[in-house]
Structure formats: structure tokens, C-alpha cells
């Protein structure tokens, strides 16, 4: 079986693919989502197929900054009922350690882990789709919306220590520094 997500990761994706020129029921039926999934946030569909809408949109638009876009159209609420339990974490190591425990209950496909050590935690998320599929759009919004999880808890202006990317640098990096602060890294071995 496919890991899936729910369709509540595609929140503003209709509007945004409609103002970047995109026909995004074309791009949806291509990838094998009903337009009308999306208005069932807590509907499953296959996570590979969401990762090759972003990728497409991002080719289909010129935007290399997609995911970003959407992203910012996010809010802790996406993550349905856990994002309940996490507003009500003592601190944000419990929040993380529980936003790894639940991840299955939100996307399938996503994996994250916190390591620790001495003064300094590293956040790391990846996806096991099962299945050949584009990540970059895909790993840009999730980890975009890991950070809005973190500044909502902490407040707006923190920032991490420091961002990388397994892929290449974009070829502008203002959305990028705008979304994520300064100190990105891409081209990085995680």
C-alpha cells in the first residue's frame, strides 16, 4: 500500500495554482486527485501523487518558490487535531517529540527525527514514498511548514542556527532567505 496524506497538505493549492496561470484540476486529475478531495481536508490520498502536483506546479509556473507559497498559506490547524495537543506541549522539545511520535497521522510518507546533543538539536525530515517521486517541493514544504510550527510556538522571530537541503540552490534566493532566514545551506549530505 502507498503511504498517503491528508488532502488538508494541499490547503490553498486551488487559489495559488490558479494565480501562478496553472489549471490545477488538469495538474490534480494528472496526478490522480479529484478536485473535489480537497475540500475534505481529512481525505487520504497517495503521497507521491502530492509531491508530483508541487513539482509540476513549480515547473509549470517558473516558481521555483511553489511550495514556499503554499506553505505560507498554512497554519498549525492543518495538522487537524494534533495541532491541539501540540499548542498544549510544555515545551517545544515535547512538541517536536510529539509531532514524530503522530507524523503517520498527518503523512505517511514523512519521516523526522530529533537528535540531540549538548546545547544543539537537529531537526531532520525526509520522505519514503514507496515509489519513484520528485522531493524538493515536497521536503521545501514541510520543512517550511516545521518551521511556521516552531515560530507559532515560539514566537515569529526565532530562527534556526541553520537550514540545509539535500538539492541544489534556487536559482533566486530571496523567497527562500524570506521563508527560512539567512543561514540556509543546500547541496548539504541532509
Not at 33 to 60: F, H, N, Q, T
Amino acid at each position: 500500500m502507498r503511504p498517503g496524506v491528508r488532502t488538508a497538505t494541499l490547503d490553498g493549492y486551488l487559489g495559488l495554482a490558479r494565480s501562478a496561470g496553472l489549471d490545477p484540476a488538469r495538474i490534480l486529475t494528472k496526478a490522480g486527485i479529484a478536485v473535489a478531495d480537497l475540500a475534505v481536508p481529512d481525505k487520504w490520498v497517495p503521497a507521491a501523487a502530492v509531491s508530483r502536483v508541487l513539482e509540476r506546479s513549480a515547473d509549470e509556473s517558473g516558481l521555483e518558490d511553489f511550495a514556499l507559497r503554499l506553505a505560507g498559506l498554512r497554519r498549525l490547524a492543518t495538522l487537524g487535531p494534533l495541532s491541539v495537543v501540540l499548542s498544549q506541549e510544555p515545551d517545544l522539545r515535547s512538541a517536536l517529540t510529539l509531532l514524530c511520535r503522530y507524523e503517520h497521522s498527518y503523512n505517511e510518507a514523512l519521516r523526522m527525527r530529533l537528535d540531540e546533543g549538548g546545547d544543539l538539536a537537529t531537526m531532520r525530515l525526509w520522505f519514503e514514498f514507496g515509489e519513484p517521486a520528485p522531493t524538493r517541493q515536497a521536503t521545501e514544504l514541510a520543512t517550511a511548514a516545521l518551521l511556521g510550527i516552531v515560530r507559532e510556538l515560539l514566537g515569529r522571530q526565532w530562527e534556526p542556527l541553520s537550514l540545509c537541503f539535500t538539492h541544489r540552490a534556487p536559482a533566486s534566493l530571496d523567497a527562500h532567505r524570506a521563508a527560512f532566514g539567512p543561514r540556509l545551506q543546500f547541496g548539504h549530505d541532509f
